[in-house]
């Protein structure tokens, strides 16, 4: 069993920050990626910016420039800065996990994100 857990979404207004955390555990042996994504209804799910071995960032075009993926010093999680918010950065990011306990790809249950003045 591999449990994908996420925090720190909640209500931010326009400019203002946001750090997401991400944990995966159980029984994993690696853990070969950490990524966050994103969706609006009726929208495909989207990347937002994901941490691979070796520590290589991928970002998607919404985060570049405003948001940081980053290590945690706990095992297998990651953290994810978001800054100068938007409102079109509302919505439910959910945290994936890709390890190497079947069927390998994991997801969190996500998080809302509510950019609003």
């Known amino acids: 069993q591999v449990q994908v857990e996420e925090s720190g979404g909640g209500l931010v207004e326009p400019g203002g920050s946001l750090t997401l955390s991400c944990t995966a555990s159980?029984?994993?042996?690696?853990?070969?990626?950490l990524g966050w994504y994103r969706q609006t209804p009726g929208k495909q799910r989207v990347l937002v910016a994901a941490l691979s071995g070796g520590n290589k960032t991928t970002y998607g075009d919404s985060a570049q420039g405003r948001f940081t993926i980053a290590a945690g010093n706990a095992k297998n999680t990651v953290y994810l800065q978001m800054n100068d918010l938007r409102p079109e950065d509302t919505a439910v990011y959910s945290c994936?996990?890709?390890?190497?306990?079947?069927?390998?790809?994991?997801w969190g249950q996500g998080t809302q994100v509510t950019v609003s003045s």
């Open positions: 994936r996990a890709i390890v190497d306990t079947t069927p390998g790809i994991y």
């Open positions: 159980g029984t994993i042996g690696s853990v070969y990626q």
